[in-house]
T-cell receptor, first 112, second 114 residues
Framework: EAGVTQFPSHSVIEKGQTVTLRCDPI?????LYWYRRVMGKEIKFLLH????????ESGMPNNRFLAERTGGTYSTLKVQPAELEDSGVYFC??????????FGQGTRLTVV | AQSVTQLGSHVSVSEGALVLLRCNYSSSVPPYLFWYVQYPNQGLQLLLK??????LVKGINGFEAEFKKSETSFHLTKPSAHMSDAAEYFC????????????FGSGTKLNVKP
């Protein structure tokens, strides 16, 4: 069974550009989470989807970040326009209801 | 409010030596505690967890951790380090009702010397 897959694994963009990260959860997992780790710091929660609905987006840093999960399958996280402080590793995780989450390998975003 | 503090961003041990990674937590509700590991170029993998019951929990690859409420600690140990244990380790806490909304520590990179 395929795990949580994230694309791309690395992305380097210039400040002011737009980047879209994608997460493909494990098939059948209704819950999808995004987390972010800024260099050397803790991994922080961004938001939680249940199917296509945002259950909790309390961790989204500002309105330059837009997360979607159309159809309740894969999710995208768009950063527009990107700033230097957005650099970090973005993790996605998925789970069935009230079970442990499985994490993807992360997308390393570098804004220069 | 919940938070986690991991003491030591880098820990280096010799192969065969004891591994001790420290984690202290703060939680306003009874905590569920976790250790995750990230090997190079891989995702986060659950090592072990404490929810309720026995305070000494055993995980994969010979790791274990003990929940000490009086010390608000959940330190990770392994009696004998192996080269393959080199990775970054994250302690995390979550509340009882937010199932996968974790509060992570800043991570500890474990280096194992031959």
């Amino acid at each position: 069974e395929a795990g949580v897959t994230q694309f791309p694994s690395h992305s380097v963009i210039e400040k002011g550009q737009t980047v879209t990260l994608r997460c493909d959860p494990i098939s059948g997992h209704d819950n999808l989470y995004w987390y972010r780790r800024v260099m050397g710091k803790e991994i922080k929660f961004l938001l939680h989807f249940v199917k296509e609905s945002k259950q909790d987006e309390s961790g989204m840093p500002n309105n330059r970040f837009l997360a979607e999960r159309t159809g309740g399958t894969y999710s995208t996280l768009k950063v527009q326009p990107a700033e230097l402080e957005d650099s970090g590793v973005y993790f996605c995780a998925s789970s069935q209801m009230n079970t442990e989450a499985f994490f993807g390998q992360g997308t390393r975003l570098t804004v220069v | 409010a919940q938070s986690v503090t991991q003491l030591g961003s880098h820990v280096s041990v010799s192969e065969g030596a004891l591994v001790l990674l420290r984690c202290n937590y703060s939680s306003s509700v009874p905590p569920y505690l976790f250790w995750y590991v990230q090997y190079p170029n891989q995702g986060l993998q659950l090592l072990l967890k404490y929810t309720t019951g026995a305070t000494l929990v055993k995980g994969i690859n010979g790791f274990e951790a003990e929940f000490k409420k009086s010390e608000t600690s959940f330190h990770l140990t392994k009696p004998s380090a192996h080269m393959s244990d080199a990775a970054e380790y994250f302690c995390a806490v979550r509340g009882r009702y937010n199932f996968n909304k974790f509060y992570f520590g800043s991570g500890t990179k474990l280096n194992v010397k031959p």
